[in-house]
């Protein structure tokens, strides 16, 4: 057998009850993959080693005693470092939350647990989540698999990159403006962001309530599936979670797209996008038409608002969230000052300057006189934009475009400009404020060998068709061996 590290979760389940493989052998190979490349990539900011054995020896005798809990059954996984673990530290990557240790788990936490996941650790992310490159951490920057010299994307970063590499076997992000499908693009791996309130977000350290949604990353789209089946479903702890039967992920995957009507975003798939990027998702979409798909062009011009609605609506929801950081109640806080004066220090120390940008622009956005112009106005982009993605649904079964404007850039190459590097979103932001699934998908190498993603958008709960369309996108991909070209230089 070839390294299990590079395995897929579906190949690795096969073996594990074949009896070829254990889970044990199978999370020390994700482990040692881990330690031959964390001094490169910084992927991790945790990695629980003695925790993940002790659930993988538990994973094999139960599954030795006939209690076998699914797909996932032993399969080392890495979770975004702003889900909460009972008994693990959670910093949300700031300062402020540094050696906070939650007393209970996330939703998600706790329904990978009944589904046998392993947990190898917890991954490195754009302080709370706001960034698009995973340099905003307060404890470093994650590397690119593929370059070392480039970003992983953000804010997921951290998982995307373990996914890429190895050292995860699957990963789980929070996607509030792209932050599953960005880095999912830039390392080469699938990032599923679901419906809002498909998964629950209790547990999940909040940026911005309305728009933030928990999904996975994988090396392939069966991968993928069987990550969301086991996190997906209604939860009496999140008052957004959908109520009602999960949708049936997998009954179409196989059935292809012909007799499909595909849907390319112009306003997504043309101004700044780099050419080669351009070229890709053109080589995509002639696969899909030639696969069957009726593909035509679509036009939703208030996509041209959605970055600038984001970035008013995110920072509202953040300042007020991101509020009870204030010294008091767990965390960091600032010593010898009176109460007001503690507070203001310790928010001063512990929030980084991403953070604290979003906080101002927030506050001011919700401040008396402008309420109205700013935030009110923005949420009316909001509605047009739903009502513009919703009338298309209509016509179409899936939209497409580019997942990122570009492939991975190097790092440092946008710090010094908010805007360039809050414009790698501008294609994933309008499902965040609609509600809707979208996927991203690998589908080849620009020339400098880095990867380009693929984005496919569906209606709200259209997971079933979005998957379909997206195992087509794969299995027509032309795409060197993603887990090999990932692990080179890290590896060698």
């Not at 010094?416 to 998908?441: E, F, K, Q, R």
Request: charged share 20%.
């Amino acid at each position: 057998m070839s390294d299990p590290a590079d395995l897929t979760i579906s190949e690795a389940g096969a073996a594990m009850r074949a009896g070829a493989l254990t889970s044990v052998d199978l999370t020390e190979a994700v482990l040692q993959r881990a330690r031959v490349t964390e001094s490169e990539l910084h992927a991790f900011l945790t990695l629980d080693q003695a925790g993940a054995k002790s659930a993988a020896e538990a994973a094999d005798a139960s599954l030795a005693a006939g209690d076998d809990a699914g797909p996932l059954h032993g399969i080392p996984i890495a979770l975004k470092d702003n889900m909460c673990t009972k008994g693990i530290e959670t910093t949300a990557a700031s300062q402020i939350l540094s050696g906070w240790v939650p007393p209970y788990n996330a939703t998600v936490v706790d329904r990978l647990a009944a589904a046998g996941a392993v947990v190898v650790g917890k991954t490195n992310l754009d302080e709370f989540a706001m960034g698009s490159s995973t340099e905003n951490s307060a404890y470093g920057t994650t590397r690119n698999p593929w370059d070392t010299d480039t970003v992983p994307g953000g804010s997921s970063g951290g998982s995307a990159a373990a996914v890429a590499a190895g050292s995860a076997m699957g990963g789980f992000g929070s996607d509030t403006g792209g932050s599953i499908r960005q880095p999912a693009a830039l390392c080469g791996v699938v990032g599923l962001k679901p419906t809002y309130g498909l998964v629950s977000r209790y547990g999940l350290i909040a940026f911005a309530s309305s728009l933030d949604q928990i999904g996975p990353f994988a090396r392939s789209v069966d991968d993928a599936v069987v990550l969301l089946e086991a996190i997906a479903g209604f939860d009496i702890h999140d008052a957004t979670s959908i109520r009602g039967e999960v949708p049936n992920f997998r009954g179409s995957l196989n059935e292809g797209v012909a007799g499909l009507k595909i849907g390319i975003v112009t306003e997504l798939s043309t101004t700044g996008i780099d050419p080669e990027v351009k070229a890709a998702v053109s080589r995509t979409v002639d696969r899909l038409s030639d696969a069957g798909a009726d593909v035509v062009d679509v036009s939703l011009p208030s996509c041209e608002y959605g970055l600038s609605a984001y970035y008013l609506i995110a920072p509202a929801e953040c300042s007020a969230n991101l509020a009870r950081f204030d010294g008091v109640r767990f965390g960091h806080r600032a010593e010898g000052l009176t109460t007001e004066d503690m507070m203001a220090a310790t928010r001063a120390e512990g929030f980084g300057p991403e953070v604290i940008r979003r906080i101002l622009l927030g506050t001011y956005a919700l401040s008396a006189g402008y309420y109205d112009a700013f935030y009110g106005q923005a949420q009316r982009v909001r509605t047009l934009i739903r009502r513009q993605f919703s009338a298309a649904y209509e016509d179409v079964d899936i939209l497409v475009s580019p997942t990122s404007p570009t492939t991975a850039f190097p790092i440092g190459d946008r710090t010094a400009d908010p805007i360039a590097m809050y414009y790698a979103d501008v294609c994933t932001i309008p499902v965040n404020l609609t509600g809707d699934p979208g996927i991203s998908v690998p589908v080849g190498l620009d020339s400098k060998g880095l990867p380009i993603g693929f984005q496919l958008m569906a209606p709200a709960l259209g997971e079933e068709r979005l998957l379909q369309v997206a195992k087509v996108v794969e299995d027509q991909a032309v795409f060197t061996d993603r887990a090999a070209l990932a692990t080179s230089e890290v590896a060698s």
